[in-house]
């Protein structure tokens, strides 16, 4: 379940522009300037003040009150996860404190129901496929036994 918190910390700081947890930083760009691939997420220089363009994978600041909506509005019966409610600031737009367990329900669970109607459709459909590997791992080990075994 460590793997899967990593995993989701990284989709969802990715998703939101989170600071430190992007990996799309002002060094990443210039890497990619550099190499000469992805122009439109290429640094652009205006009025001698650095932008970053907002990449097609990251939501905008609609989307991410959308996002951060849904996960507050959503009720999970007890014993699922925690209250995930408590994680979430609508107002800052912003998730934090979530634990494993948190992020094992939103990664399998929530996450790809939660990404509908926002992102381009293969970089969706790509988000998805990753939280299907996830459920698909746990099931196999739920399947073959190997749960709580190390």
Excluded: W
Excluded at 50 to 70: D, H, N, R, V, W
């Amino acid at each position: 379940m460590h793997i899967e918190k990593n995993v989701c910390d990284s989709v969802l700081g990715t998703l939101m522009n989170i600071d430190g947890k992007t990996k799309a930083t002002y060094k990443t760009r210039l890497d990619l300037k550099q190499m000469g691939i992805r122009r439109e997420l290429h640094p652009i220089c205006v009025n001698g003040q650095t932008k970053l363009p907002p990449a097609y994978y990251s939501l905008s600041s609609i989307e991410k009150m959308g996002l951060c909506q849904f996960l507050y509005s959503i009720k999970l019966p007890d014993g699922i996860a925690s209250n995930i409610s408590r994680c979430i600031n609508i107002r800052d737009c912003k998730i934090s404190g979530l634990k494993s367990l948190d992020c094992h329900i939103i990664l399998q669970r929530l996450l790809p129901v939660a990404l509908r109607g926002y992102l381009r459709r293969d970089i969706r459909k790509t988000i998805i496929e990753l939280c299907v590997i996830f459920l698909r791992v746990d099931f196999e080990d739920f399947e073959s036994g190997r749960v709580g075994t190390t």
